[in-house]
C-alpha cells in the first residue's frame, strides 16, 4: 500500500499559476555637491538629473478558479502593476486584465483570454466545513523557483488578531508557505479550494522564510469577491454598529458561560442594526448560525452574506435571548466628500478636509460611525501640520461657527480673524484651542 498526494497534485496543481507583476517608479539621482546648502544658494538643482524610471516585478501566485481563465490573487502581489503576466503550469504566458482589487481583503481578481480553450480550474469549497487537524496543500510559486507543493494541516481557524487586513478571520496552516506563495491554493483532500495564502509569520520580518505559521483568506470571502467582479466593484454589507468584544469580566456580568459576543456601544443612526432594534448594551452572540466571537469575527460574517438579503442576529439582552432580523445593505455614500485642501492665512492651511458618510470612511480605513467634517492629512510644515491637527480629527466649531460640512468651513474661512478659536473631536477627546490670527 502506498500513501500519496500525487493524484491530488495532478488534479489541482494546473490550476494553480505563476504571477509576475512589473511596476515602475521615478528615482532621481542628485549630486553629491547638491546636499550642501552654500553650493544650492547658488547653483539651485541645475545638477540634479532627471527622474528616470525603475522597474522591478514582483513574484507571486493565483488560482483558476473558472475555466474561462478567472484567476484569483492577493492584491499585494499585483499593487501599482503597470504590466501583469500569468505563466500557466505547461509555461505559457498570457497578459493578465484586471477585473477587481481590493485592499480591504486583500485579494484581486484577474483575467486571461485563452479564447475558446477551457482551463483547468479549482471549484471554492464553504471554508466553514473544514476542521482543525484537517490535511490541507499549499500550491504556489516560493521564491520564484516554480509551482511548489508543501503539506500540513490547519492549525487554527478563524484567526482575527493578525492584523493582515480589514477583515481578519485567517484559516492558520503549518504547511511551508514563503515569499511567493502570497496568492496561492490552500487546497483540501477532496482537490476543493478553501484558501488563499496571503502571509506568513516569519522572526526575520519579510526577508525570513516559514516557521509554519501561515495565514490563508478563507474560501468564503474569496467567493464574494469573486461575484464582485462582474460588476467591478465590490461593496460589502454594513452593519452600522460596532462594540466591544466580550471578555472574562464581561462575560461574568451578562451571565455567560464563557466569553463570546461583542457589546453594542455605538448605533448609526438608520443603518442596518438600528432599523432592526439593536441598542446599546446589546450583546451579539451569534449571525445567523455562526458564533461570534469577537469584533472581527463580526465584521467578517456581515461581510460574507449577500447584500439585499436578511439575516438573523441572535442577541443577549437583560438576561434573555432574543432574534433581530437583519437586511443587509451597503453603507450610505452620502453627503458627498467634497474634499478641499485648505489655503490661505488660517489655521488650517495645508490640511486635506472632506465630508464624512459611512461608505467614504471605510474606504479611507477612518471611523464610520462619524459624521462631520474630518481631516484627511496635512502638507508637511504647513500651518495645519504646526497647530497639531492629524488625520482623522473632527472639526466641530470654528469661532463658534459649527462644522457641518465642507460648505461650512468654506464660510468660516472666508474673513480673515485677529483669534481664531477652534474646537476638534479626537478619539473619544474635544480639544479645543485658541490662537492669534
Not at 92 to 113: G, M, P, S, V
Not at 314 to 319: S, T
Not at 406 to 431: M, P
Request: net charge positive.
Amino acid at each position: 500500500m502506498q500513501l500519496s498526494f500525487a493524484p491530488l497534485v495532478r488534479q489541482t496543481g494546473p490550476a494553480v499559476v505563476n504571477i509576475f507583476a512589473k511596476t515602475e517608479s521615478q528615482q532621481r539621482n542628485i549630486s553629491p555637491l547638491f546636499g550642501d546648502p552654500f553650493f544650492r544658494q547658488f547653483f539651485g538643482d541645475i545638477f540634479s538629473e532627471k527622474p528616470r524610471k525603475q522597474s522591478r516585478q514582483a513574484l507571486g501566485s493565483g488560482v483558476i478558479v473558472d475555466e474561462a481563465g478567472l484567476i484569483v490573487t492577493n492584491n499585494h502581489v499585483i499593487n501599482n502593476a503597470s504590466e501583469i503576466r500569468v505563466v500557466l503550469s505547461d509555461r505559457r504566458q498570457f497578459k493578465a486584465k484586471i477585473l477587481l482589487t481590493n485592499e480591504q481583503t486583500d485579494l484581486a481578481i484577474l483575467k486571461i483570454n485563452v479564447g475558446q480553450e477551457k482551463l483547468p480550474f479549482i471549484r471554492m469549497r464553504d471554508s466553514d466545513t473544514i476542521s482543525v487537524g484537517d490535511l490541507v496543500l499549499a500550491i504556489g510559486n516560493p521564491f520564484g523557483v516554480g509551482q511548489t507543493v508543501t503539506s500540513g494541516i490547519i492549525s487554527a481557524l478563524a484567526r482575527t488578531a493578525v492584523g493582515i487586513t480589514d477583515y481578519s478571520f485567517f484559516i492558520q496552516t503549518d504547511a511551508s508557505i514563503n515569499p511567493g506563495n502570497s496568492g496561492g491554493a490552500l487546497i483540501a483532500m477532496d482537490g476543493t479550494l478553501i484558501g488563499i495564502n496571503t502571509a506568513i509569520f516569519s522572526n526575520k520580518g519579510n526577508s525570513g522564510g516559514s516557521v509554519g505559521i501561515g495565514f490563508a483568506v478563507p474560501s468564503n470571502m474569496v467567493k464574494t469577491v469573486v461575484k464582485a467582479a462582474n460588476k467591478g466593484k465590490l461593496i460589502l454589507p454594513w452593519l452600522g454598529a460596532t462594540g466591544q468584544t466580550v471578555n472574562s469580566d464581561l462575560s461574568a456580568e451578562f451571565g455567560l458561560d464563557k466569553p463570546i459576543g461583542v457589546v453594542v456601544n455605538d448605533i448609526f443612526p438608520d443603518s442596518p442594526a438600528d432599523n432592526a432594534g439593536l441598542i446599546i448594551g446589546d450583546v451579539i452572540i451569534a449571525i445567523g448560525e455562526k458564533t461570534i466571537t469577537d469584533t472581527d469575527a463580526l465584521r467578517y460574517r456581515i461581510a460574507t452574506l449577500p447584500l439585499g438579503e436578511t439575516t438573523v442576529a441572535r442577541l443577549l439582552r437583560k438576561g434573555k435571548i432574543l432574534n433581530a432580523r437583519i437586511n443587509l445593505q451597503e453603507p450610505p455614500n452620502l453627503p458627498k466628500p467634497d474634499i478641499l485642501n485648505i489655503s490661505g492665512n488660517n489655521p488650517f492651511n495645508g490640511a486635506r478636509v472632506a465630508n464624512l458618510s459611512p461608505a467614504f470612511a471605510l474606504k479611507e480605513k477612518l471611523d464610520d460611525m462619524r459624521l462631520g467634517v474630518i481631516v484627511l492629512g496635512q502638507r508637511r510644515g504647513s500651518i495645519a501640520d504646526n497647530l497639531g491637527l492629524r488625520r482623522g480629527d473632527i472639526l466641530i466649531k470654528v469661532n463658534g461657527r459649527s462644522i457641518e460640512t465642507v460648505q461650512d468651513i468654506r464660510k468660516a474661512l472666508r474673513k480673515q480673524r485677529s483669534k481664531w478659536k477652534i474646537t476638534i473631536r479626537r478619539g473619544s477627546r474635544i480639544l479645543n484651542t485658541e490662537i492669534p490670527g
